[in-house]
């Protein structure tokens, strides 16, 4: 059996052929898909940060069960066992380094959190239960300065300042880990 080659007829000739405006469409439109890619994975990386629990450097506390971790987190214990008094430390709820946070711990919307940490912080006369900071070094500064607070910020952003807090008997990047990025 022999087989011709295909012949794309003289319109398809035709239209095969690119102005110079029609190559730059698609060499602008790559630009644009590689920026867009860029972009993605920017987010997934600031979503898929490891999150480290960390302390006041007074607070006896070497680790926490994560159930525990979430009463604290929803303002609903107020005083560690040495009875000072339970404060913890945090990025604005819809930033998108609490995104993990908020699946994780709170199992919330943003908006959820935001109503949760004012209704907590509203039934607190002596300390608010939940400080929201700008920034892990403000977060750190304020768990530091403050007995009986902890704080969540990025792994790479512990200092000596502060001492790390298991959770469930892990440390961030050990495996099971319960603040660990996607």
Known sequence: MDFQPL???????????????GLNRIALSRKLGALLLALGALTTAAAGKDVALISNKNNSLPTIALADLVKVCKGQMSHWPDGKPVTIVMRQPGTPELKMV?????????QDVRELISSANHNRADRPAVILGNSDEEIIRKV????????????YSITGAVQV???????PLESGYALHGN
């Not at 012949?7 to 405006?21: E, I, Q």
């Not at 807090?165 to 440390?171: A, S, T």
């Open 144 to 155: 530091e300065s403050m007995p009986g607070a902890i704080g969540l910020v990025d792994i």
């Open 7 to 21: 012949s794309l007829g003289p319109r398809l000739k035709h239209n095969h052929k690119m102005s110079a405006f």
């Open 102 to 110: 908020e699946d994780k711990i709170y199992a919330a919307t943003s």
């Open 165 to 171: 807090i298991r959770i469930g008997g892990k440390l």
